[in-house]
């Protein structure tokens, strides 16, 4: 067990620190320096295999989806959007991530036969967080056809009460060149996303069909949409309906028989207009690229494809070298043949890391069955969870973390989150500390921690309901306490902090954990739950290894 005077002396340091409920200006002001400016936008939607949102609860949020679209049977099947264990995969993750600067990403697609590299980097700058930029590239597998038709749809969501809206000229053909939209909210200020044409090497599909005269797939497609905050994470299900209905309009229009293709059928409508919710599709004929950028007003410059360049290979760069300094791997594993598993190992721990913001289901009935004391209490307990109105909505609530399983188990576990910081305080303490912050932040009076964070619809959407529900008498061994010693140690000695009683939130869960009483539920019904431990990359099913 942890000694109480390192618990204390953790106490004075976390109150330097200043552990408090603030969340998006705190993250923009509270410290000067790297925290701040780095850590507000990321791929902070690790359930996605690729999604961009700010450590703000409602702001702008962005995603990706794509699929082969040359049959009409598989093209409901084919698109991705959020990671799945059984979608095709041969793999996916991080090859380099840093939190701070960006990183690339590989996706092995064998069932759409491609691989799609999204290479994301920040720019600091300003006073909201700095600029960010991804390169989004497709490359056909080995076994495509010569001609693979795919079909790639960015999107891109204003929540609350900023603005989001498209700025180029409406043209019922589809949009030529760069599609720009502007924003604003009070958090993030002025800002500009755009979505580049890509170099002159992207193909599009050719005229096959007489539709294409009135939707030419050499342009980009926009189309804008009003949606509820509640259903903006359900982009996929708000594609599918939005795009039925074009399909609907061309079966009708040209018949079963005369139909046009399938990529030029599973297309959205061009139509541009004031909305939240903003879809931008291309569709290419073999490899592409293009870039999305994001540019904030109070940036000295703003992004462009160049600086998206430099970013990228400055990135790669210091990532290397600071992998080398940081954490060498030692003999036998420090030959060069190691080096990139060593890389990504980190990497997808590190590209693993999400902001989460929503209510959560807690059940604080303390009911005399969860003291589990008789034979076949699993039963009486069973019976306990379905009374109705024991069960309440708690929240909302936020955390910044890294996830177990970016397929299964995309949202925090407190027992795993410890040995998931253990190598990241290796590599940055200051990115550590925030998350222990982010997770001490869910304390309750009584020192208790949910031990699986499930907030909000998006998160419950991955977990029966059966299990969705936490308890204050189940717990997770408190390995938080492990960043701490190590905090401690990297610090020194701190034996002369002995005896000093800081700040309650430490104290309070060591407490919970050591004694285990808690309202009446005696100590022997504080159940310590299990759940593995994933650190290293995802293997062809999307799940970590477990070491």
Not at 71 to 92: I, K, L, P
Not at 109 to 131: C, L, R, W, Y
């Amino acid at each position: 067990m942890i000694q109480l005077w390192r618990v204390q002396a953790l106490s004075v340091l976390l109150y330097w620190l200043q552990f408090t409920h603030g969340h998006d200006q705190a993250i923009l002001s509270e410290t000067p320096g790297r925290s701040n400016e780095t850590l507000l936008w990321g791929p902070y939607r690790p359930n996605l295999y690729f999604g961009v949102r700010p450590r703000i609860p409602k702001s702008l949020t962005t995603g990706l989806l794509w699929a082969k679209v040359d049959s009409f049977q598989d093209v409901q099947n084919n698109f991705r959007h959020t990671c799945e264990q059984h979608e095709g995969m041969a793999g996916y993750g991080w090859d380099e991530y840093d939190v701070r600067t960006g990183g690339r990403q590989t996706i092995h697609d064998a069932g759409n036969m491609i691989d799609i590299t999204t290479e994301f980097v920040k720019i600091p700058g300003g006073q909201h967080g700095g600029s960010w930029g991804v390169r989004i590239r497709g490359s056909p597998r080995d076994n495509a056809p010569e001609h693979l038709v795919t079909s790639m749809i960015f999107y891109a969501a204003m929540e609350g009460f900023g603005n989001l809206q498209v700025s180029n000229e409406e043209d019922e053909l589809g949009i030529e060149g760069t599609i720009k939209m502007e924003g604003s909210s009070t958090e993030l200020g002025k800002f500009t996303l755009e979505v580049t044409e890509g170099p002159e090497s992207n193909v599009h599909p050719p005229p096959r069909h007489k539709s294409y005269a009135s939707k030419p797939l050499d342009r980009s497609i926009v189309s804008s949409l009003q949606v509820e905050d509640k259903n903006i994470w359900q982009a996929k299900a708000l594609l599918f309906q939005h795009m039925k209905t074009e399909i609907d309009e061309m079966i009708s229009l040209y018949g079963q028989e005369n139909a046009p293709p399938p990529w030029q059928i599973f297309t959205i409508a061009n139509n541009v207009r004031e909305g939240n919710m903003h879809f931008v599709q291309k569709v290419f004929d073999g490899a592409f690229e293009f870039d999305v950028m994001f540019s904030s007003g109070s940036a000295p410059e703003p992004m462009d494809s160049n600086s998206i360049s430099k970013a990228i290979k400055t990135a790669t760069r210091a990532f290397s070298d600071r992998f080398s300094k940081v954490l060498a791997p030692t003999a036998p594993f420090d030959k060069s043949k190691y080096r990139a598993f060593a890389h990504s190992m980190l990497s997808n721990l590190l590209g693993g890391i999400g902001y989460f913001h929503g209510d959560a289901l807690v059940d604080r009935s303390y009911a005399p069955e969860y003291e589990e004391e008789n034979e076949g209490f699993w039963e009486e307990t069973a019976e306990a969870r379905q009374r109705q109105g024991a069960v309440k909505l708690e929240g909302p609530a936020e955390l910044y973390t890294s996830i177990p399983s970016r397929p299964f188990f995309p949202r925090g576990f407190l027992w795993d989150e410890g040995f998931h910081l253990v190598p990241v305080a290796d590599w940055d303490m200051d990115l550590t500390l925030d998350i222990v912050k982010s997770w001490f932040n869910l304390m309750d009076e009584d020192g208790w921690i949910g031990r699986e964070q499930i907030l909000g619809p998006e998160a419950r959407s991955k977990v029966p309901p059966e299990f969705q529900v936490q308890y204050p008498h189940y717990a997770n061994p408190p390995t938080l306490f492990l960043i701490f010693e190590a905090l401690v140690d990297k610090l020194g000695n701190a034996g002369s902090f002995h005896g000093f009683s800081g700040p309650p939130r430490t104290n309070s869960q060591y407490t919970f954990t050591k004694s285990g009483e808690r309202k009446g539920i005696s100590s022997r019904s504080i159940s310590f739950t299990q759940t593995p431990l994933l650190l290293v990359p995802q293997d062809s099913m999307g799940r970590h290894q477990v070491i």
